[in-house]
T-cell receptor
């Protein structure tokens, strides 16, 4: 089954404790992206990747890191999480990032205390 | 960053009524997508419109892309409870920003269809 998977689905952590949210897709897509979704603010892009070893900042990259060492994986790293990073995070992938359908993962709900 | 304004933000209607949701911007988009998101899940693509003036129909849903490619609308005929969800529009800059392909989302319209 074609899908985007994210882990963990739920995470409660404390300020400053490094964490990684994994994202994997099995569709051989070149383009992958991370979004955060907050009430009243909608979906905002954090980082995206056009292909392996090619990443770019989205609209809200501060406090986040990403890497794209393999085509299928695009982990989101929070080196020192803060409470304002409490949010619902979505990973997405698409064929090549143009006018193609973006396939979204199920989401990761992160709470930073 | 290009902005997309969606209206209304919330919409609660009775089953069988018609409705229209709007997505507007001052920027030109190379393409525009509509997604639907249900609670606890990620957004799922409904349609992509690419050409100015384009109209696409998906059963009871009609999507229109403005002639100038700055706005779009989603019209639902005879709404059903299964249409309940968050409707998001998303515009692509088509790589106009230094070769990037950013997708900008509107804040969404939360639709509730009451049986």
């Amino acid at each position: 089954e074609a899908q985007v998977t994210q882990n963990p689905r739920y995470l409660i952590t404390v300020t400053g404790k490094k964490l990684t949210v994994t994202c994997s897709q099995n569709m051989n897509h070149e383009y992958m992206s991370w979004y955060r979704q907050d009430p009243g603010l909608g979906l905002r892009q954090i980082y995206y990747s056009m292909n392996v070893e090619a990443t770019d900042k989205g609209d809200v990259p501060e406090g986040y890191k990403v890497s794209r060492k393999e085509k299928r994986n695009f982990p989101l790293i929070l080196e020192s999480p803060s409470p304002n990073q409490t949010s619902l995070y979505f990973c997405a992938s698409s064929l090549d990032g143009r006018a193609n359908e973006q396939f979204f993962g199920p989401g990761t709900r992160l709470t930073v205390l | 960053t290009q902005l997309l304004e969606q209206s209304p933000q919330f919409l609660s209607i009775q089953e069988g009524e018609n409705l229209t949701v709007y997505c507007n911007s001052s920027s030109v988009f190379s393409s525009l997508q509509w997604y639907r998101q249900e609670p606890g899940e990620g957004p799922v693509l409904l349609v992509t419109v690419v050409t100015g003036g384009e109209v696409k129909k998906l059963k009871r849903l009609t999507f229109q892309f403005g002639d100038a490619r700055k706005d779009s609308s989603l019209h639902i005929t005879a709404a059903q409870p299964g249409d309940t969800g968050l409707y998001l529009c998303a515009g692509s800059d088509g790589g106009s920003g230094a070769g990037s392909y950013q997708l900008t989302f509107g804040k969404g319209t939360k639709l509730s269809v009451i049986p």
